[in-house]
């Protein structure tokens, strides 16, 4: 089992970053990629982001790509989310996942992720 918890999150106006987190404990061993979802009223869970745990390797949703930075910490096992200019339309709240099973590239749908943290807040106010 990989247990994921989230934090970073909060109340900013447009135009501001935030730094979202997710640690990692468990059988961190047994992941292989980390992504970020976010999930807004009313809509589907949506891919964010995401990072392959040996080699680096990112994937960005279109929404978000050229704003948004994903990295990882493998001494703490920790996965980052920096996003920059922020919207009003990006207000949702964040999830962080693990995947287990090998992939050629990072997967974007929320059923190919094994574990969920139970999610951060963000709201973007204009």
């Known amino acids: 089992q990989v247990q994921l918890v989230e934090s970073g999150g909060g109340l900013v106006q447009a135009g501001d970053s935030v730094r979202l987190s997710c640690a990692a404990s468990?059988?961190?061993?047994?992941?292989?990629?980390m992504g970020w979802f976010r999930q807004a009223p009313g809509k589907e869970r949506e891919f964010v982001a995401g990072i392959i745990w040996n080699d680096g390797r990112t994937r960005y949703a279109d929404s978000v790509k050229g704003r948004s930075t994903i990295s990882r910490d493998n001494a703490k096992n920790t996965v980052y989310l920096q996003m920059n200019s922020l919207k009003p339309e990006d207000t949702a709240v964040y999830y962080c996942?693990?995947?287990?099973?090998?992939?050629?590239?990072?997967?974007?749908?929320?059923?190919?992720?094994?574990?969920w943290g139970q999610g951060t807040q963000v709201t973007v106010s204009s």
């Open positions: 468990g059988r961190t061993f047994s992941m292989f990629a």
């Open positions: 996942a693990a995947r287990r099973s090998v992939t050629v590239v990072i997967r974007v749908q929320s059923n190919e992720y094994d574990y």
